[in-house]
Nanobody, 126 residues
Framework: QEPLVASGGGSVQAGGSLRLSCVLS????????MGWLRQAPGEEREGVAG????????SYADSVKGRFTISRDNAQNTIYLQMNNLKPEDTAMYYC???????????????????RGQGTQVTVSS
């Protein structure tokens, strides 16, 4: 079993919402900065959001600020990405990622997090 498993993707219309979840199995999530990144066909991989080990530090790509919220439940070894007011340009494969402490939850670092799980597809239609 892969240690990082993302779920919750789907197809929605513009303006809709989705909540992605990612479970870290076999490791204690409180030892990891966590984040979400995405990649659309033909595009570069992009860090979307990052969160520190306690959840008090978060960061977002400018393109999603005010619409997406990253959170974590360390007791459940799970992180979430609440995505509201989705736009067609949000269409991509979304991956969760993890970096062992010491780590930075800065969104610019998320794309380089060492551990990445399988993705979940998000498709937003206009």
């Amino acid at each position: 079993q892969e240690p990082l498993v993302a779920s919750g993707g789907g197809s929605v219309q513009a303006g809709g919402s989705l909540r992605l979840s990612c479970v870290l199995s076999g490791y204690d999530v409180k030892d990891y900065c966590m984040g979400w990144l995405r990649q659309a066909p033909g595009e570069e991989r992009e860090g979307v959001a990052g969160i520190g080990t306690r959840g008090s530090s978060t960061s977002y790509a400018d393109s999603v600020k005010g619409r997406f919220t990253i959170s974590r439940d360390n007791a459940q070894n799970t992180i979430y990405l609440q995505m509201n007011n989705l736009k067609p340009e949000d269409t991509a494969m979304y991956y969760c990622a993890a970096a062992l402490i010491p780590c930075s939850p800065a969104v610019a670092a998320v794309s380089n997090f060492k551990y990445r799980g399988q993705g979940t597809q998000v498709t937003v239609s206009s």
